[in-house]
């Protein structure tokens, strides 16, 4: 990480100064009505190629990535990248595809699109696959309007409550509230799964559907999984599965399998498409037979056509109880080019293990630091992890270095100083780390991790004062966020002279 | 290739350190009845060898537009992308990034974030950005959605000239919640503007409309944001960033709320995505904004730095309560986008427009010369233009396709009374000598 500031590109730019050039008119210049006519140029900064090439170097020098650090963040699988899927991502037939093209310009693309929708469909048990969602999030909007629309078409258009528990992440209930359905939180046992009896005294006929994480988010897989469905579905509701925590049971179990009617993948997290700095990312959605009427349009499909015996594949907008359009276009094409290849590179072996592999390697962490970084949920003090496993997460409260005045937020910015990101914090519940390694990192990786927080712990004994100023190695140190929200600045402005 | 770095013998180390006999030890929470008994059925494993064979295979089954001349745009354009943006917007360090929560770990990409905003606003001329959206219809969508909220009125209309797709979009997003949406009609290709001044409700919102509009032709927008001011309601433009190097920008055009498609800043056309969304304001509902915002702030030794800020609309805090429900923004794009802008400048943002503009004048010259003639040849247009045919459209399209041309897109899909016209697009990237030869095709 440099420590070096790196001016803005407004301060680097020089009156006349240009990086690129483009070919003169070859057709005479046309005068524009001055009604429309912008009277100035922009004030866009000015700036040669190489000193631009330099700004960003410069900038990518003070940033984590997992390129360059580990990231054992919580929920959000921040696993290995392979350099294969950009090398595909990248190929002419693919990022130059118009999306208009007529569907026989685009065969590769579409078979390509139309395997993954199987694909996914095999990996979530599940009916038909809806491969259009731009991020899990949207998918979540996407799966509660299908929902939605499925009570509609079935007389209940009563059915406006969707259930979800108090370790949900926060894009649950925000999507609901976006379709204009009302939350009811759902209470957490002790344990940390659902409570059966909160669930079964919230449900009614005004219920659309519950909003599960399983494995969630304490990382715990919910064994209560199939009852629950049962009394969802005996109320006349829908299970939705956040898809957030696949990771944990590719070719394990399947959502299909244990009661999820309809539930969204984060590809960027479960299939490695890379996060960049927060996206592009991609949610499919997945459902069962009787909402897949309501997915929206288009979808792809494999017909047999013997008029165009080329077009196997194509789209198909003859769907009159969609719910219509999600997005403009087809899906987040070149994300899904990373998850197809992602697949192909596994294969079901490979899969399986990616799951076993990513918790093994959060019950190695566990084992190593739960003498000091206690488990909530796990096993019993003196006991191995292996009496009580976590999933390909877990959470711990580590209650003896709080006591001595260490906060968490102390925790996750010494650990940045030590070159690694800190897992998630404060989520699901106030005071823990939620740390998720992912099957990707070597044993040695591990080690210097749970190396760190044991010696951040012991550190808190001799002396907390340098984890109170943590990070002191970092280009900043801690920031004024009170300060940045008070009186916000987000774009830069010349000095006034 | 599993990209399992751990070897067998230190899984076997693993798991007896953990106490566990076998790998099921630890996978027992899953109980039995809900396993998968039988491995998934999915293709085998590739090796990278046979992966980027199969993937080449793949590729080469589409004609993109490498092997094409593309005059095909409706809402995706295929222009010049400077080399500088490809290397820098795919550097590990910002590919492989997660959300800069952690404000000192990713001070690269949070300064990055704010240039974007800075630069997204000198070219909108409007006062906040956020850090961006997923694409464009669901940017605008947003932009719907944050007008019902500040105003507490329930009515969106929207100019027909808004493009097919983001009206759909639109459509959907406003189902199921108090909300009403209604179009306003076109008069000769642009929107009817004394439909706006007598037929606004009490309870609309905002007035939507798309400048240049899916058909082309440069809106009055100054003129559509009085009527919808005039009636209190909100002015949301949807644009094309290219086009404000020459055209006049939202910001001085009555708009509220503008919002745009990204691609043309630098992002391949990839089938679709991912795109841009492009998300601007009036600093007075910046509150109410949905997405990321970074701001600047300094550190506890006074130096200048950035953070997320104003947090407190999101959904990882409010949950139900928040602005909207995005979680991530699209930051890649948005860098490339940045790589993009400050690469071009002022003087190469300007050229690129006005080589598009000048081209679209020269082929509709060409066109009429040809004997064709202009679907609205009143109506002022930027890049892209409906050319009326004399023999039908199917036909003329494949005759182009056997040319290696995409002629444009047939509009007709979206707007029936447009049945024998082509929606035909120009960028700084065609010659005068496939205008020609277009031109030869369509007549």
Redo the contacts between chains.
């Keep these: 990480?440099s420590s070096t500031?790196?001016k803005?590109?407004?301060e680097l730019s020089t009156p006349g100064?240009?990086?690129?050039?483009?070919?003169d008119?070859?057709?005479?210049?046309?005068p524009?009505?001055v009604?429309?006519?912008?009277v100035m140029?922009?004030?866009?900064?000015?700036?040669g190629?190489l000193d631009?090439?330099r700004?960003?170097?410069?900038?990518?020098?003070?940033?984590?990535?997992?390129?360059?650090?580990f990231?054992p963040?919580g929920s959000?699988t921040?696993?290995?990248?392979?350099k294969?899927n950009?090398?595909?991502?990248?190929?002419?037939?693919?990022?130059?595809?118009?999306?208009?093209?007529?569907t026989r310009?685009?065969?590769?693309?579409l078979?390509?699109l139309y395997h993954l929708r199987?694909?996914l469909q095999?990996?979530s048990?599940l009916d038909e696959v809806c491969i259009q969602p731009?991020?899990?999030?949207?998918g979540?909007?996407t799966a509660l309007?299908v929902i939605?629309a499925y009570f509609k078409d079935h007389g209940q258009p009563g059915r406006r409550i969707i259930l979800a528990p108090d370790t949900a992440?926060?894009?649950n209930?925000?999507?609901?509230?976006?379709?204009?359905?009302g939350?009811i939180t759902i209470k957490s046992r002790p344990d940390g799964l659902t409570d059966l009896d909160d669930l079964r005294a919230h449900l009614n006929d005004e219920v659309a559907a519950i909003m599960v994480t399983n494995p969630n988010t304490v990382g715990?897989?919910d064994?209560h999984?199939?009852d629950m469905a049962k009394l969802v579905h005996d109320a006349g509701a829908f299970l939705y599965l956040d898809g957030a925590n696949m990771n944990a049971?590719?070719?394990?179990?399947?959502p299909g399998?244990?009661g999820a009617d309809i539930m969204h993948f984060n590809t960027h997290k479960t299939f490695?498409t890379?996060?960049?700095?927060?996206?592009?990312?991609?949610g499919p959605i997945a459902v069962r037979e009787s909402l897949a009427p309501y997915l929206?349009v288009p979808q792809v499909v494999r017909t047999a056509n013997c008029q165009q015996p080329d077009a196997n594949y194509s789209w198909d907008f003859d769907r009159p109880k969609s719910?219509?359009?999600?997005?403009?276009?087809?899906?987040?094409?070149?994300?899904l080019?990373r998850a197809y290849?992602y697949?192909?590179?596994?294969?079901?072996?490979?899969?399986?293990?990616?799951s076993?592999?990513a918790?093994?390697?959060a019950?190695?962490i566990?084992?190593?630091i739960k003498h000091v970084y206690p488990l909530p949920f796990g096993p019993k003090e003196d006991?191995?992890?292996?009496?009580n496993?976590c999933?390909h997460e877990f959470i711990t409260v580590p209650r003896a270095v709080i006591d001595r005045g260490v906060t968490i937020m102390d925790i996750?910015?010494s650990l940045?100083d030590r070159g690694i990101?800190?897992p998630t914090v404060h989520?699901p519940i106030h005071d823990c780390l939620m740390v998720e390694p992912t099957?990707?990192?070597?044993?040695a990786t591990l080690d210097a991790f749970a190396d760190a927080l044991l010696a951040i712990a012991e550190q808190s004994e001799k002396d907390p004062a340098p984890l109170k100023e943590a990070?002191a190695h970092?280009?900043?140190?801690?920031?004024?966020?009170v300060?940045?929200?008070r009186k916000?600045?987000?774009?830069?402005e010349p000095a006034v002279a | 290739m599993d990209y399992v770095q751990i070897t067998p013998a230190q899984r076997e180390q693993m798991l007896k350190a953990v106490g566990a006999a076998s790998m099921e030890d630890l996978l027992r929470q899953v109980p039995d009845e809900l396993r998968l008994h039988r491995p998934l059925d999915i293709p085998s494993p590739l090796d990278e060898l046979s992966l980027r064979s199969h993937l080449g295979d793949l590729s080469s089954k589409n004609r993109s537009t490498d092997c094409q001349v593309c005059f095909l745009g409706a809402g995706a354009y295929d222009h010049f992308i400077p080399a500088v943006v490809d290397d820098l917007a795919m550097k590990g360090e910002f590919l492989t990034a997660y959300t800069p929560y952690q404000a000192e770990a990713s001070q690269g990409s949070l300064q990055a974030f704010f240039e974007y905003q800075t630069m997204i606003c000198q070219l909108t001329g409007m006062e906040v950005s956020n850090a961006s959206l997923y694409e464009g219809a669901t940017a605008l969508a947003e932009a719907a959605m944050m007008a019902l909220n500040v105003t507490g009125k329930r009515e969106i209309v929207v100019s027909r000239g808004v493009h097919p797709h983001y009206r759909q979009v639109l459509r959907t997003y406003l189902s199921d919640l108090p909300a009403i949406y209604s179009e306003v009609p076109l008069k000769n290709g642009l929107t009817d503007s004394q439909y706006l001044e007598t037929e606004l409700e009490e309870d609309t919102a905002a007035v939507i409309v798309q400048s240049p509009n899916f058909l082309g032709h440069i809106e009055r927008v100054d003129t559509i944001g009085k009527f919808a001011h005039a009636n209190g309601s909100l002015c949301i433009q949807s644009f094309n960033p290219i086009s404000l190097g020459i055209l006049k920008r939202p910001g001085q055009l009555e708009v509220d709320i503008a919002t745009a498609e990204g691609q043309p800043l630098g992002i391949p056309l990839q089938f679709g995505g991912p795109y841009l969304g492009i998300f601007t304001c009036k600093s007075q509902f910046v509150r109410k904004m949905p997405g990321r915002l970074v701001g600047q702030t300094v550190d506890t030794e006074g130096r200048r730095a950035f953070c997320l800020t104003l947090q407190t609309r999101e959904q990882h805090i409010r949950r139900e309560k928040a602005t909207s429900n995005v979680c991530t923004n699209q930051g890649l794009l948005a860098l490339r986008a940045s790589v993009y802008l400050a690469a071009m400048g002022p003087k190469g943002l300007r050229q690129a427009a006005q080589l598009c503009y000048n081209k679209a004048q020269y082929m509709a010259a060409r066109l009429q010369a040809a004997g064709l003639s202009l679907k609205y040849p009143a109506a002022p247009f930027f890049n892209e233009l409906c050319v009326q045919l004399k023999r039908p459209v199917d036909e003329i399209i494949r005759q182009a396709h056997a040319q290696h041309i995409l002629p444009g897109y047939p509009i007709g899909k979206d707007y029936p009374e447009l049945s024998d016209c082509l929606l035909v697009a120009v960028t700084e990237k065609r010659t005068r000598a496939e205008i020609d030869r277009l031109v030869e095709v369509l007549k």
């Design positions: 990480m500031p790196e803005l590109l407004f100064a240009r990086a690129v050039d483009l070919p008119s070859d057709v005479p210049d046309a524009l009505d009604t429309y006519a912008a140029d922009l004030p866009l900064p000015e700036i190629q631009l090439v700004h960003y170097t410069h900038l990518s020098h003070r940033n984590f990535s997992v390129d360059d650090n990231y963040l959000c921040m696993k290995y990248n392979p294969v950009e090398w595909a991502a990248a190929l002419p037939g693919f990022s130059n595809l118009h999306p208009l093209q007529d310009d685009a065969q590769g693309a078979a390509l199987l694909f095999e990996i048990g731009c991020a899990g999030a949207h979540e909007w309007k939605r992440h926060g894009t209930p925000a999507s609901c509230a976006m379709c204009g359905a939350v715990r897989f064994r999984i199939a049971i590719l070719g394990i179990a399947r399998d244990f490695s890379p996060h960049g700095c927060g996206g592009p990312g991609a929206p719910i219509g359009k999600v997005r403009s276009f087809w899906g987040q094409f070149g994300v080019v290849a697949i192909r590179a596994l294969g079901p072996q490979g899969l399986r293990n990616v076993e592999t918790v093994l390697a019950n190695y566990a084992q190593r006991e191995p992890m292996a009496a496993p999933a996750a910015k940045i990101h800190p989520f099957e990707t990192e070597s044993k990070p970092q280009p900043v140190r801690r920031l004024d966020e300060g940045a929200a916000p600045v987000l774009r830069w």
